[in-house]
């Protein structure tokens, strides 16, 4: 199972860190990502880490603003996401998968999702 959470309102320029906490066994096997989901859009991905988190993927729009980190001792992926815009206002959801790194950027590669956590960004 996974939980996120951390979203909130925050201004245009501003900061937030999602946060995801997996239960269960094996999650240092996992490969974890966030995707987002604006209203009328589908999902979309927007970051993805690998088991061993030497190995990280961005989408175009949030490279070098957004940063994904995990901690497998504690079970936890993270999401920073800085310098925020309106554009990144959606549901945010984190995701775990076993498959192969190729696959990392597809949600249909994914097993394990989160119940979501909104992001409103204001201008």
């Known amino acids: 199972e996974l939980v996120d959470f951390g979203g909130g309102l925050v201004q245009a320029g501003g900061s937030l860190r999602l946060s995801c906490a997996a239960s269960?066994?094996?999650?240092?096997?996992?490969?974890m990502a966030w995707f987002h989901q604006a209203p009328g859009k589908e999902r979309e991905f927007v970051a993805a880490i690998s088991w061993s988190g030497n190995r990280t993927d961005y989408s175009d729009s949030v490279k070098g603003r957004f940063t994904i980190s995990r901690d497998n001792a504690r079970s936890m992926v993270y999401l920073q996401m800085n310098a925020l815009q309106p554009d990144d206002t959606a549901v945010y959801y984190c995701?775990?998968?076993?498959?192969?790194?190729?696959?990392?950027?597809?949600?249909?590669?994914?097993?394990?999702w989160g119940q979501g956590t909104q992001v409103t960004v204001s201008s």
């Open positions: 995701a775990g998968s076993l498959r192969s790194w190729s696959q990392s950027r597809f949600s249909l590669s994914y097993e394990f």
């Open positions: 269960g066994p094996n999650f240092d096997r996992y490969i």
